[in-house]
């Protein structure tokens, strides 16, 4: 651990002095490139020194998203990946090699980017236990019930009042129910003993009403009773005057 640190130190020192070095480069110069050039071989070489690797399935996936390595159909196609490296003057090692080591960068640094930090609380506590140093004694008191008097009844229950949610199990409740519909339920045909007693609870409802009716002769204001009888044009307390004598004869 030792020498990794003291090979980080020296990676940072040599970055440190590189990137003075080109703060003397001309405003228009490489210095920028140069200076991300250096930051970044230095990530992914101590990435590699912690046992930081990129596999080739990891590198062989990066290359074929590549918009650029995709043929006609969509897909990463070998000839348009090295034509493309042609007309760049590009080398696939060092294609490969670049990706390689830009995972190994992604691998270092988004955990950093995007790890959540602990509180301050948490922290000042986890550092005070490097720094503090703590001094005790301890004394051994053996465990044996020699000279203690076994608890009554008494205590006991107040001792289990006391802490009943320790010796209790959770509420459970258990439901079970069943679909019934008209599909799953075949009525029995009633019988003739049941259509019986059916229709003497409703008897009313089956019951003959008597009924009487009136006719009018077409083209004439007159109505004629049943019996033939003329009814002029009346009153309506005329007419229910005659109305309910024709009843009563007719009752008689």
Do not use: C
């Not at 301890?138 to 006391?162: F, H, M, N, R, W």
């Amino acid at each position: 651990m030792a020498s990794d640190t003291i090979t980080f130190g020296i990676l940072l020192a040599g970055t440190a002095l590189l990137l003075g070095a080109l703060s003397y480069l001309p405003a228009l110069s490489l210095g920028p490139i140069v200076e991300q050039y250096i930051g970044a071989t230095v990530l992914s070489t101590w990435g590699k020194r912690h046992g930081l690797v990129a596999s080739e399935r990891l590198i062989g996936g990066e290359i074929a998203s590549i918009p650029a390595f995709h043929g006609p159909t969509g897909q990463f196609d070998q000839n348009t990946m090295n034509a493309v490296l042609a007309q760049r003057h590009m080398d696939f090692g060092r294609v490969h090699d670049d990706i390689g080591d830009d995972l190994i960068r992604r691998q270092l640094l988004t955990p950093i980017i995007t790890a959540t930090r602990a509180p301050d609380g948490l922290l000042r506590a986890y550092a005070q236990l490097v720094i503090d140093r703590r001094i005790g004694s301890i004394g051994l008191v053996p465990a044996k019930p020699d000279g203690i008097a076994a608890p009554t009844d008494q205590e006991i229950s107040e001792y289990y009042k006391g802490h009943i949610a320790r010796y209790s199990l959770p509420e459970r409740r258990a439901l079970r129910y069943a679909l019934i519909g008209p599909e799953t339920i075949t009525a029995p045909a009633p019988s003739e003993a049941e259509i019986a007693a059916q229709y003497k609870t409703d008897a009313a409802k089956y019951a003959a009403s008597e009924t009487r009716t009136t006719r009018e002769p077409p083209g004439t204001n007159a109505m004629l009773w049943p019996s033939g009888e003329k009814v002029s044009a009346l009153t309506p307390e005329d007419a229910f005057t005659s109305v309910a004598s024709v009843l009563s004869r007719r009752r008689t």
